[in-house]
């Protein structure tokens, strides 16, 4: 059997703060899974906010954001 694992780093423009924010929509709304059905909207909301006040604290309305992505891909197959 042979085995191969690739690991990489990336650095990856996200966009300006707002194009950042959509999307983080998904990964947001997932952490407030557990949140009662009133109090979703408010929470996503309010991180969305403050995530996007951060962002443009840091690289201004119309920067740039840059995220670093790792990734692992591994592959094996078997000699006949």
């Known amino acids: 059997m042979y ?3 690739v ?3 990336k650095k990856v423009s996200i966009g300006t703060p707002a194009q950042f924010i959509e ?3 998904m990964p947001i709304t997932m952490l407030t899974a557990g949140f009662p059905e ?6 996503v909301r309010e991180l969305q906010e403050q995530l996007k006040k951060d962002a443009v604290e840091d690289v201004g309305e119309e920067g740039t954001i ?4 790792d990734a692992l891909v591994a592959t094996a197959w078997k000699a006949k």
């Open 3 to 5: 085995v191969d694992i």
């Open 7 to 9: 690991r990489e780093q």
């Open 23 to 25: 999307t983080m929509a």
């Open 38 to 43: 009133g109090e979703k909207e408010k929470v």
């Open 66 to 69: 840059y995220m670093v992505m």
